[in-house]
């Protein structure tokens, strides 16, 4: 048997998660909250969706990263093409395993006055044992 659940992945660290999932507009980079929960799945399929944009020359790059304890660094596992205009951009399902335990959203934002509205979700999948 197959699970899937789906996730928002730009929940900031110090939002109420009850409130419901919104698009995330940035204006400066910065990273999601983490994602322990993610790390009992095999794989997922990325979904970044660009509703909005502004700015001269604005440029958003999109990472989702896991967590080394052993290194004590967070690695990029997904980098997006970095966006410039209102885009949707669906990535392949990951085919590796999901490697870490921990993970994490982060986002560099560059331009003069950007903003960007965006949001990040993931379809996690795990296979359960029948033994």
């Known amino acids: 048997m197959t699970i899937k659940m789906q996730f928002p992945?730009?929940?900031?660290?110090?939002?109420n998660e009850q409130a419901g999932v919104s698009p995330l507009t940035v204006t400066a980079s910065g990273n999601s909250?983490?994602?322990?929960?993610?790390?009992?799945?095999?794989?997922g399929i990325f979904f970044l969706d660009v509703t909005?944009?502004?700015g001269t020359t604005p440029s958003l790059a999109v990472f989702f990263q896991g967590y080394s304890p052993i290194s004590e660094k967070w690695h990029d596992i997904i980098t997006f093409t970095p966006q410039t205009a209102v885009t949707s951009t669906v990535i392949a399902p990951v085919t590796a395993s999901l490697p870490?335990?921990?993970?994490?959203?982060?986002?560099?934002?560059?331009?003069t006055t950007p903003s960007?509205?965006?949001?990040?979700?993931?379809?996690v999948s795990a296979s359960e044992s029948t033994a």
């Open 52 to 54: 909005a944009v502004s």
């Open 100 to 111: 870490y335990q921990t993970y994490r959203t982060r986002w560099t934002v560059t331009g």
């Open 9 to 15: 992945l730009t929940t900031l660290p110090t939002a």
């Open 116 to 123: 960007f509205t965006f949001s990040l979700g993931v379809i």
């Open 33 to 43: 909250r983490e994602y322990p929960e993610l790390g009992s799945f095999d794989s």
